[in-house]
């Protein structure tokens, strides 16, 4: 298709935006744009928003390629469909929904609770924002049939989303996802979205649900006693404007912590996250504010959680007394032992119990499960699949912890999705044994890898927008499908796993084998020497991620200098060979 059919079909569906039924600011500014800015024009309308595996993601605006009360309105009609017939004869169907700090979070919030509501389904609103985990804990203790929430994670700010909950509490997975999708799809015009509110059906909800979520978050310290006598402990936290505001120093102070130090100015609750670029606590820079705060007071311990709550950034010194951040491998490495060595330590440990991470987070956790012989299951990226398997096993075995590197963690059953709320938590509880122990958190990280290894992993980005963007990242799986890398920095390539055809290539003896796991646009090397490099185009941002995943090897903590800068070395020359450096 030429792009001057391109601009012909969009032309056509912009001029429909400019009449009624659509209100008069969005009629008003799709004429702005078919008048002034054809390029804006193209990106807004080129495409319908899709509704994804998850839900929705996208920047805010007119369009159908926007998030708008349109897009949002079309959605909910279709889930509301889809929920109707797989409920079909239920009495009092519910749902719940949430929002967090976005600009417009609340707005979409009321559209989708007015359309469930016009559909005779029960609504459980929450009064104010709220984190994304509680969303999860909500549906499971008010035994909803479905929720939502409105965020779009740690995306920029000219972002929001839709995300999509089954009953069970965990992000839909199939056949759910593509049977939604289906219904989303088959909506095609907003006339068919029925939006009178019906206000018997909207039942407003908070503090009665935030105190049940915060006992079952207490319940799951394990060294209460040691977190009273570090009662001062000085922990800084930021939200990032988010709404982890409120909950992370409730339960922080419910687990025994009373110096909680804040940074007001990010406190303030802004979609605008006027303090940072991206509220990202990925990113160095998201934390700029609390790594000026933590010096200035010698904190002993950093956490910084995303706008939706579901996601924690962690700084800890160093042994130079500097404070460093922890990556979501080297978090999520320090949780896990800590928890498989208190639960040994109390005899908990039967042999029943299990851990979950995804294929691009770091085995290392899989390596410290087997020492204290404990499963772990490997499922594919995105938390919704973690929380998959504990249903699966629900009832069977007990989950205790999971996590994956993009600083989501989780622990305990009754949540289904990833929870800096109680990872907060945890983390605070950690700092507390260490302390107690004579240790740091750095110094633990440095125990574990002197015990199993210097397990290092980078993580590479490269952002591609537009319809232009979409076409070269495809490009790029294509190339890496068809042209597999033979070696990585000398080393044989021994195993091609292709997720999408889940398949197996083994690359010396031209053997395939099946990967039982779901379709996913993911293709990973592994080689001789064990090195990891994963690629996937992101789905919730215009992204191709790159991942990388090597091992040193660590005689004692001196070595940690020259063994880390080994492996660094390593990985700058994988990403110089595949030309991505």
């Not at 290894?453 to 799986?477: D, R």
């Not at 597999?484 to 292709?498: A, E, R, Y």
């Amino acid at each position: 298709m030429s792009n001057n059919d391109i601009e012909q079909i969009v032309l056509e569906k912009a001029h429909q935006w400019t009449k009624e039924p659509f209100d008069k600011v969005t009629r008003d500014e799709v004429t702005k744009l078919i008048e002034n800015d054809k390029k804006e024009l193209v990106e807004s309308f080129y495409r319908e928003l899709e509704f994804g595996t998850g839900g929705l993601r996208g920047i805010m605006g007119v369009g159908t390629n926007r998030m708008n009360i349109y897009t949002v309105g079309m959605a909910t009609q279709g889930l509301s469909n889809y929920i109707n017939k797989q409920f079909k004869g239920k009495k009092d169907i519910s749902v719940a929904i949430a929002y967090d700090s976005r600009n417009n979070s609340k707005l979409f919030a009321e559209t989708a609770a007015n359309i469930f509501s016009a559909n005779n389904i029960k609504v459980n609103l929450f009064e104010s924002l709220r984190p994304t985990p509680e969303l999860s804990f909500t549906i499971r203790n008010l035994k909803c049939q479905c929720g939502i929430v409105i965020t779009a994670s740690h995306n920029p700010k000219e972002y929001n989303g839709y995300k999509v909950y089954w009953e069970d509490g965990g992000q839909i997975v199939p056949p759910h996802d593509k049977n939604i999708i289906a219904e989303v799809q088959s909506i095609k015009d907003i006339s068919e979205v029925k939006s009178v509110r019906n206000q018997d059906l909207i039942k407003i909800i908070g503090n009665d649900i935030d105190e049940r979520y915060l006992d079952v978050l207490t319940a799951l310290t394990l060294s209460p006693q040691i977190n009273r006598k570090h009662k001062d402990l000085k922990l800084v936290y930021t939200p990032i404007h988010g709404s982890g505001v409120n909950l992370v120093p409730r339960v922080l102070k419910r687990f025994g912590f009373e110096n909680i130090i804040s940074i007001p100015e990010q406190n303030v609750i802004d979609g605008n996250f006027p303090t940072v670029v991206s509220p990202n606590p990925e990113e160095s820079a998201a934390l700029k504010l609390a790594l000026e705060k933590a010096t200035e007071i010698d904190a002993d311990l950093i956490m910084a959680t995303d706008p939706d709550a579901d996601r924690v950034g962690i700084g800890v010194k160093n042994d130079e007394g500097k404070f460093i951040l922890l990556n979501g491998n080297q978090a999520a490495s320090i949780l896990i032992y800590y928890i498989l060595k208190m639960w040994k330590e109390k005899g908990m440990l039967d042999g029943n119990q299990y851990i979950v991470k995804t294929i691009v987070t770091t085995d290392l956790l899989a390596d410290i499960a087997h020492k204290f012989k404990v499963d772990s299951y490997e499922v594919l990226t995105g938390f919704k699949y973690i929380a998959e398997k504990i249903r699966e096993l629900e009832g069977k075995r007990t989950f205790i912890a999971g996590g994956e590197e993009s600083y989501g963690y989780l622990v305990g059953e009754s949540i289904r999705d990833k929870d800096a709320v109680i990872s907060c938590a945890m983390f605070a509880e950690i700092s507390a044994w260490a302390k107690e122990n004579g240790k740091t958190l750095y110094q633990l990280l440095l125990e574990i890898y002197q015990e199993f290894g210097l397990y290092k992993e980078f993580l590479k980005s490269l952002t591609l927008k537009g319809k232009e963007g979409v076409e070269a990242i495809q490009a790029m799986m294509v190339k890496y499908r068809t042209n597999p890398p033979k070696f990585i920095d000398g080393s044989p390539v021994n195993l091609f796993h292709d997720y999408l055809k889940q398949e197996t290539l083994n690359l010396q003896t031209g053997k395939k084998t099946a990967l039982n796991l779901p379709k996913s646009d993911v293709v990973q090397f592994i080689s001789a020497d064990g090195t990891k490099v994963s690629v996937r185009p992101s789905g919730t941002e215009p992204k191709i991620k790159f991942y990388f995943g090597v091992k040193g090897s660590m005689k004692s903590i001196s070595d940690y200098p020259n063994a880390s800068k080994e492996v660094d070395e390593k990985i700058a020359r994988i990403m110089k060979e595949l030309e991505i450096a």
